[in-house]
Protein backbone atom coordinates (compact mmCIF):
# COMPACT_ATOMS: atom_id res chain seq x y z
CA UNK A 1 0.00 0.00 0.00
CA UNK A 2 1.62 3.36 -1.17
CA UNK A 3 1.60 6.35 1.76
CA UNK A 4 1.25 9.65 1.05
CA UNK A 5 0.82 12.84 2.89
CA UNK A 6 -2.50 14.11 2.09
CA UNK A 7 -3.01 18.19 0.91
CA UNK A 8 -6.00 18.96 1.01
CA UNK A 9 -6.41 22.42 1.08
CA UNK A 10 -8.09 25.31 1.85
CA UNK A 11 -10.54 25.47 0.49
CA UNK A 12 -12.10 22.03 0.90
CA UNK A 13 -11.73 21.72 4.55
CA UNK A 14 -13.00 25.11 5.14
CA UNK A 15 -16.18 25.33 2.65
CA UNK A 16 -16.74 21.24 1.19
CA UNK A 17 -15.38 18.77 3.54
CA UNK A 18 -17.75 16.05 1.99
CA UNK A 19 -15.04 16.01 -1.11
CA UNK A 20 -12.16 14.84 1.14
CA UNK A 21 -14.92 12.11 2.72
CA UNK A 22 -15.47 10.56 -0.73
CA UNK A 23 -11.92 11.07 -1.22
CA UNK A 24 -10.61 9.05 1.58
CA UNK A 25 -13.18 6.34 1.04
CA UNK A 26 -12.21 5.30 -2.83
CA UNK A 27 -8.12 5.93 -1.83
CA UNK A 28 -9.19 3.36 0.91
CA UNK A 29 -10.58 1.21 -1.60
CA UNK A 30 -7.91 1.19 -4.14
CA UNK A 31 -5.41 0.68 -1.78
CA UNK A 32 -3.90 4.23 -1.39
CA UNK A 33 -3.23 5.31 2.10
CA UNK A 34 -2.37 8.82 3.29
CA UNK A 35 -1.30 10.60 6.51
CA UNK A 36 -1.54 14.17 7.55
CA UNK A 37 0.88 16.76 8.27
CA UNK A 38 0.67 20.35 9.46
CA UNK A 39 0.62 22.00 5.63
CA UNK A 40 -0.53 25.82 5.56
CA UNK A 41 -1.57 27.48 2.68
CA UNK A 42 -0.40 26.22 -0.56
CA UNK A 43 -0.60 29.18 -1.44
CA UNK A 44 -2.88 30.13 -3.94
CA UNK A 45 -1.36 30.21 -7.27
CA UNK A 46 -3.48 32.79 -8.69
CA UNK A 47 -3.41 35.01 -5.63
CA UNK A 48 0.49 35.64 -3.72
CA UNK A 49 2.69 34.30 -6.12
CA UNK A 50 1.45 37.48 -8.53
CA UNK A 51 2.57 39.98 -6.34
CA UNK A 52 5.20 38.27 -4.19
CA UNK A 53 7.21 35.83 -6.10
CA UNK A 54 9.72 35.09 -3.62
CA UNK A 55 6.70 34.78 -0.22
CA UNK A 56 4.68 32.28 -2.62
CA UNK A 57 8.48 30.02 -2.88
CA UNK A 58 9.28 30.48 0.60
CA UNK A 59 5.63 28.92 1.43
CA UNK A 60 4.96 26.53 -0.49
CA UNK A 61 8.78 25.50 0.13
CA UNK A 62 7.97 25.14 3.74
CA UNK A 63 4.91 22.53 2.76
CA UNK A 64 7.64 20.70 0.88
CA UNK A 65 9.65 20.22 3.61
CA UNK A 66 7.27 18.87 5.60
CA UNK A 67 6.39 16.04 3.01
CA UNK A 68 10.06 15.32 2.77
CA UNK A 69 11.54 15.13 6.14
CA UNK A 70 8.80 11.88 5.97
CA UNK A 71 10.28 10.87 3.12
CA UNK A 72 6.58 10.83 1.32
CA UNK A 73 5.28 11.78 -1.57
CA UNK A 74 2.17 14.64 -1.44
CA UNK A 75 -1.21 13.61 -3.21
CA UNK A 76 -2.89 16.86 -3.82
CA UNK A 77 -6.74 16.69 -3.70
CA UNK A 78 -6.72 20.33 -5.35
CA UNK A 79 -5.61 21.80 -8.64
CA UNK A 80 -4.14 24.81 -7.72
CA UNK A 81 -2.51 23.33 -4.75
CA UNK A 82 -1.10 20.66 -7.35
CA UNK A 83 0.05 23.37 -9.65
CA UNK A 84 1.66 25.85 -6.87
CA UNK A 85 3.69 22.76 -5.11
CA UNK A 86 4.49 21.72 -8.49
CA UNK A 87 5.60 24.85 -9.42
CA UNK A 88 7.36 26.06 -6.76
CA UNK A 89 9.20 22.57 -6.52
CA UNK A 90 10.11 22.72 -10.46
CA UNK A 91 11.46 26.50 -9.77
CA UNK A 92 13.54 25.56 -6.89
CA UNK A 93 15.13 22.35 -8.50
CA UNK A 94 15.91 24.35 -11.46
CA UNK A 95 17.41 27.76 -10.45
CA UNK A 96 19.71 27.47 -7.40
CA UNK A 97 19.72 31.41 -6.82
CA UNK A 98 16.26 30.81 -5.91
CA UNK A 99 16.77 28.24 -3.79
CA UNK A 100 19.48 29.45 -1.96
CA UNK A 101 17.21 32.31 -1.07
CA UNK A 102 14.48 30.36 -0.25
CA UNK A 103 16.31 28.08 2.17
CA UNK A 104 17.50 31.42 3.85
CA UNK A 105 14.40 32.26 5.00
CA UNK A 106 13.41 28.35 6.00
CA UNK A 107 16.49 27.89 7.99
CA UNK A 108 14.97 30.36 10.11
CA UNK A 109 12.52 27.81 11.13
CA UNK A 110 15.07 25.07 10.87
CA UNK A 111 13.99 23.67 7.58
CA UNK A 112 16.11 22.95 4.17
CA UNK A 113 14.70 22.15 0.74
CA UNK A 114 15.95 19.72 -0.85
CA UNK A 115 13.52 18.48 -3.76
CA UNK A 116 13.26 14.69 -2.58
CA UNK A 117 10.16 14.33 -2.90
CA UNK A 118 7.16 14.67 -5.93
CA UNK A 119 3.70 16.30 -6.05
CA UNK A 120 1.16 14.11 -7.03
CA UNK A 121 -2.53 15.00 -8.21
CA UNK A 122 -4.81 12.51 -7.08
CA UNK A 123 -7.28 11.98 -10.64
CA UNK A 124 -3.32 10.98 -11.73
CA UNK A 125 -2.52 8.44 -8.70
CA UNK A 126 -6.34 6.89 -9.17
CA UNK A 127 -5.12 6.86 -13.20
CA UNK A 128 -2.23 5.00 -12.43
CA UNK A 129 -4.46 2.87 -10.36
CA UNK A 130 -7.13 2.28 -12.85
CA UNK A 131 -7.11 -1.58 -13.02
CA UNK A 132 -8.12 -1.31 -9.02
CA UNK A 133 -10.29 1.12 -9.43
CA UNK A 134 -12.31 -0.75 -12.19
CA UNK A 135 -11.94 -4.16 -9.63
CA UNK A 136 -14.02 -1.97 -6.93
CA UNK A 137 -16.77 -0.58 -8.64
CA UNK A 138 -19.52 -3.25 -8.16
CA UNK A 139 -22.25 -0.42 -9.92
CA UNK A 140 -21.92 0.50 -13.55
CA UNK A 141 -23.29 3.41 -14.17
CA UNK A 142 -24.68 2.67 -17.52
CA UNK A 143 -26.45 5.30 -19.31
CA UNK A 144 -25.55 8.06 -17.38
CA UNK A 145 -24.09 11.01 -19.55
CA UNK A 146 -21.32 12.97 -18.01
CA UNK A 147 -19.60 16.16 -19.39
CA UNK A 148 -15.79 16.48 -17.46
CA UNK A 149 -14.20 19.17 -16.81
CA UNK A 150 -10.56 18.79 -15.88
CA UNK A 151 -10.05 22.50 -14.85
CA UNK A 152 -7.16 25.22 -16.16
CA UNK A 153 -4.95 24.33 -12.98
CA UNK A 154 -5.06 20.45 -13.84
CA UNK A 155 -3.33 21.24 -16.82
CA UNK A 156 -1.62 24.64 -17.45
CA UNK A 157 1.39 25.43 -17.41
CA UNK A 158 2.51 22.06 -18.92
CA UNK A 159 5.95 22.86 -17.65
CA UNK A 160 5.70 21.39 -14.94
CA UNK A 161 1.99 19.45 -14.52
CA UNK A 162 2.81 17.23 -17.17
CA UNK A 163 -0.93 15.66 -15.99
CA UNK A 164 -2.80 16.06 -19.69
CA UNK A 165 -3.15 17.49 -22.61
CA UNK A 166 -4.43 21.49 -22.29
CA UNK A 167 -5.73 21.18 -25.73
CA UNK A 168 -7.90 18.06 -25.68
CA UNK A 169 -7.75 16.45 -22.32
CA UNK A 170 -8.15 12.93 -21.54
CA UNK A 171 -7.39 11.72 -18.36
CA UNK A 172 -11.16 12.30 -16.14
CA UNK A 173 -12.77 10.78 -19.10
CA UNK A 174 -10.69 7.55 -19.18
CA UNK A 175 -11.19 7.62 -15.82
CA UNK A 176 -15.39 8.19 -15.67
CA UNK A 177 -15.15 5.93 -18.63
CA UNK A 178 -14.22 3.08 -16.12
CA UNK A 179 -17.65 3.53 -14.21
CA UNK A 180 -19.80 2.50 -17.18
CA UNK A 181 -20.84 6.29 -17.71
CA UNK A 182 -20.95 7.66 -21.32
CA UNK A 183 -19.05 10.40 -21.81
CA UNK A 184 -20.12 13.31 -23.47
CA UNK A 185 -18.12 15.60 -25.80
CA UNK A 186 -18.73 19.15 -26.02
CA UNK A 187 -16.80 21.68 -27.81
CA UNK A 188 -15.52 24.37 -23.93
CA UNK A 189 -13.96 21.35 -22.44
CA UNK A 190 -10.86 22.89 -22.31
CA UNK A 191 -12.63 26.63 -21.61
CA UNK A 192 -12.13 27.58 -17.50
CA UNK A 193 -15.28 27.59 -15.90
CA UNK A 194 -14.93 31.60 -14.62
CA UNK A 195 -13.82 31.19 -11.16
CA UNK A 196 -10.53 32.60 -11.31
CA UNK A 197 -12.02 36.27 -12.39
CA UNK A 198 -15.25 35.81 -10.58
CA UNK A 199 -14.05 37.70 -7.10
CA UNK A 200 -12.69 40.86 -9.10
CA UNK A 201 -14.63 41.28 -12.25
CA UNK A 202 -18.15 38.86 -11.61
CA UNK A 203 -19.60 39.67 -14.49
CA UNK A 204 -16.73 38.44 -16.93
CA UNK A 205 -17.07 35.33 -14.70
CA UNK A 206 -20.44 35.06 -15.43
CA UNK A 207 -20.14 35.48 -19.27
CA UNK A 208 -17.20 32.65 -19.18
CA UNK A 209 -19.17 30.45 -16.92
CA UNK A 210 -22.39 31.09 -19.51
CA UNK A 211 -20.41 30.08 -22.49
CA UNK A 212 -19.53 26.73 -20.44
CA UNK A 213 -22.83 26.04 -19.21
CA UNK A 214 -24.24 26.77 -22.64
CA UNK A 215 -22.14 24.43 -24.20
CA UNK A 216 -22.14 21.17 -21.16
CA UNK A 217 -26.23 22.12 -21.74
CA UNK A 218 -26.47 21.13 -25.84
CA UNK A 219 -24.55 18.12 -24.98
CA UNK A 220 -27.63 16.32 -22.85
CA UNK A 221 -25.19 15.80 -19.99
CA UNK A 222 -26.94 14.61 -16.83
CA UNK A 223 -24.03 15.48 -14.64
CA UNK A 224 -20.48 17.55 -14.88
CA UNK A 225 -17.63 15.74 -13.07
CA UNK A 226 -14.87 18.35 -11.86
CA UNK A 227 -11.72 17.49 -10.45
CA UNK A 228 -11.42 20.91 -8.76
CA UNK A 229 -12.55 22.77 -5.51
CA UNK A 230 -12.88 25.80 -7.42
CA UNK A 231 -14.76 25.08 -10.48
CA UNK A 232 -17.08 22.65 -8.10
CA UNK A 233 -18.39 25.62 -6.17
CA UNK A 234 -18.76 27.77 -9.44
CA UNK A 235 -20.69 24.82 -10.92
CA UNK A 236 -22.49 23.87 -7.67
CA UNK A 237 -23.35 28.00 -6.57
CA UNK A 238 -24.07 29.87 -9.69
CA UNK A 239 -26.08 28.07 -11.67
CA UNK A 240 -29.40 29.39 -9.57
CA UNK A 241 -27.87 33.17 -10.43
CA UNK A 242 -27.19 32.43 -13.93
CA UNK A 243 -30.60 31.34 -14.30
CA UNK A 244 -31.86 34.31 -13.57
CA UNK A 245 -29.48 36.62 -14.99
CA UNK A 246 -29.73 35.13 -18.31
CA UNK A 247 -33.15 34.05 -17.95
CA UNK A 248 -32.22 30.30 -19.07
CA UNK A 249 -32.33 27.44 -16.73
CA UNK A 250 -28.88 26.16 -15.65
CA UNK A 251 -29.69 23.22 -13.60
CA UNK A 252 -26.94 20.54 -14.27
CA UNK A 253 -25.74 18.79 -11.12
CA UNK A 254 -22.09 18.51 -10.45
CA UNK A 255 -20.09 15.71 -8.41
CA UNK A 256 -16.42 15.53 -7.91
CA UNK A 257 -14.39 13.01 -9.41
CA UNK A 258 -14.14 10.91 -6.08
CA UNK A 259 -18.37 11.10 -5.67
CA UNK A 260 -18.77 9.54 -8.95
CA UNK A 261 -16.56 6.82 -8.38
CA UNK A 262 -17.55 6.43 -4.78
CA UNK A 263 -21.03 5.85 -5.71
CA UNK A 264 -19.94 3.45 -8.60
CA UNK A 265 -18.78 2.05 -5.56
CA UNK A 266 -21.23 1.16 -3.77
CA UNK A 267 -21.03 3.80 -1.57
CA UNK A 268 -24.12 5.58 -0.31
CA UNK A 269 -24.72 9.31 -1.03
CA UNK A 270 -25.11 9.47 2.85
CA UNK A 271 -22.31 8.79 3.43
CA UNK A 272 -20.84 11.19 1.39
CA UNK A 273 -22.72 14.07 1.85
CA UNK A 274 -24.65 14.52 -2.05
CA UNK A 275 -27.51 16.35 0.20
CA UNK A 276 -24.88 19.22 1.00
CA UNK A 277 -24.98 20.37 -2.72
CA UNK A 278 -26.66 23.43 -3.75
CA UNK A 279 -27.83 21.67 -7.51
CA UNK A 280 -29.56 18.80 -6.05
CA UNK A 281 -28.70 15.36 -7.73
CA UNK A 282 -31.73 13.42 -7.02
CA UNK A 283 -32.17 12.63 -10.71
CA UNK A 284 -28.55 11.86 -11.16
CA UNK A 285 -29.01 9.06 -8.16
CA UNK A 286 -32.16 7.45 -9.66
CA UNK A 287 -31.17 7.19 -12.45
CA UNK A 288 -28.03 5.10 -11.26
CA UNK A 289 -30.24 3.23 -8.71
Not at 165 to 182: F, M, S, W, Y
Not at 245 to 259: G, R
Request: with cysteine.
Amino acid sequence: MTEYKMFEGCTIGNRIPFIEAASRKVFEKIGVQTSQAPFSCCPDPTGMKSFDNDAWLAIGARNLCLAESEGKDIISLCNGCANTLRGVSTQLKHDSNKKAKVNIELAKIGKEFKGSIDVKHFVDVIKANLDKVKGAIIKQLGGLKVACHPGCHYMRPVEWMESDDPIRPKNLKEIVAATGAQVVDYDELALCCGSAVNNAYPEHGAEVLKKKMDSIKKSGADVIVANCPACFQQFDTQQRDLSKKYETEYNIPVLYLTELLALAMGISADEIGLKFHRVRANDVLAKIG
